[in-house]
T-cell receptor, first 114, second 113 residues
Framework: GDSVTQMEGPVTLSEEAFLTINCTYT??????LFWYVQYPGEGLQLLLK?????DKGSNKGFEATYRKETTSFHLEKGSVQVSDSAVYFC?????????????FGKGTTLSVSS | EAGVAQSPRYKIIEKRQSVAFWCNPI?????LYWYQQILGQGPKLLIQ????????DSQLPKDRFSAERLKGVDSTLKIQPAKLEDSAVYLC???????????FGSGTRLTVV
């Protein structure tokens, strides 16, 4: 079945460091891909999305490119801040009869220190 | 617009007791989802509704979990009887069309002792 694999965490970085969180997927057809973020004590928020191959999603300095040839959707940010500390989830949409359910990876915890 | 509302925020029960969670989706969103997020894992779909009909409940443990969405708006998820491994955050989400407009509620954190 469809699945998402994320790099294991936690990821610990200093402020202004470069961030990469790897995500690869297995899916039939052409899913949409998402990154969600969960800040401490808060709910899941959509960070960015891409709906077709070679699309680049971007938001708040984060970006990810839908790579069909490598089935990947890696999250990157050039300079992280302490406020980026959170859990990041990669997800894909699995089409079913009426709409899309999301399939999530296990999440990667990012901790940024000043 | 108002977000997805869930209640209660927290619930602690003993094993073998029953519990119910409530969700009010964003107005006009036809599709409603219940997810279970166990600590340290990503959310897992339990059930998906389109209006008041069930689209996918393949991962719902039907011997103890049940859900309904009367009139295609609010939804309740019930666990009876609860087990220790049901301790998790239960997330409700709604969407207006495939792949887009997905909004999550803040979740209900259930602890079974």
């Amino acid at each position: 079945g469809d699945s998402v694999t994320q790099m294991e965490g936690p990821v610990t970085l200093s402020e202004e460091a470069f961030l990469t969180i790897n995500c690869t997927y297995t899916a039939t057809g052409y899913p949409s891909l998402f990154w969600y973020v969960q800040y401490p004590g808060e709910g899941l928020q959509l960070l960015l999305k891409a709906t077709k191959a070679d699309d680049k999603g971007s938001n708040k300095g984060f970006e990810a490119t839908y790579r069909k040839e490598t089935t990947s959707f890696h999250l990157e940010k050039g300079s992280v801040q302490v406020s980026d500390s959170a859990v990041y989830f990669c997800a894909l949409s699995a089409f079913n009869q009426a709409g899309t359910a999301l399939i999530f990876g296990k999440g990667t915890t990012l901790s940024v220190s000043s | 617009e108002a977000g997805v509302a869930q209640s209660p925020r927290y619930k602690i029960i003993e094993k073998r007791q029953s519990v119910a969670f409530w969700c009010n989706p964003i107005s006009g969103h036809a599709t409603l989802y219940w997810y279970q997020q166990i600590l340290g894992q990503g959310p897992k779909l339990l059930i998906q509704f389109q209006n008041n009909g069930v689209v996918d409940d393949s991962q719902l443990p039907k011997d103890r979990f049940s859900a309904e969405r009367l009139k295609g708006v609010d939804s309740t998820l019930k666990i009876q009887p609860a087990k220790l491994e049901d301790s998790a955050v239960y997330l409700c989400a709604s969407s207006s069309r495939a792949s887009y407009g997905y909004t999550f509620g803040s979740g209900t954190r259930l602890t079974v002792v």
